[in-house]
Nanobody, 121 residues
Framework: QVQLVESGGGLVQPGGSLRLSCAAS????????MAWYRQAPGKDRELVAT???????NYADSVKGRFTISRDNAKNIVSLQMNSLKPEDTAVYYC???????????????WGQGTQVTVSS
């Protein structure tokens, strides 16, 4: 089985920083793209940032210049450094990864359980 476990959420004041991490574990043959999504109360889940297997990032316009996505392929970890946080960044943040399990040749989307980020004074 494959699972993604996130950590690093919490409460932070506007202008502050947080770092989220997500570790993939289990019977993993390969991991392709990894990503972070978020969902605020009453809103649809939205894509925040993605990173390819060779480290190329892409960001939603709302977080460009403030968030940085990175990954450690040796440890199967993807991270999201969030700086200059705003109240509108408040949401549950979810890790996502396209993973090929051992014994298979197809990739499947896996999701973490979500971690709450609250930006408030």
């Amino acid at each position: 089985q494959v699972q993604l476990v996130e950590s690093g959420g919490g409460l932070v004041q506007p202008g502050g920083s947080l770092r989220l991490s997500c570790a993939a574990s289990g019977s993993i043959r390969a991991i392709n793209a990894m990503a972070w999504y978020r969902q605020a109360p009453g809103k649809d889940r939205e894509l925040v940032a993605t990173i390819t297997s060779d480290g190329r990032p892409n960001y939603a316009d709302s977080v460009k210049g403030r968030f940085t996505i990175s990954r450690d392929n040796a440890k199967n970890i993807v991270s999201l450094q969030m700086n200059s946080l705003k109240p509108e960044d408040t949401a549950v943040y979810y890790c996502n990864a396209a993973i090929i399990p051992y014994g298979d040749y197809r990739r499947y989307p896996y999701w973490g359980q979500g971690t709450q980020v609250t930006v408030s004074s």
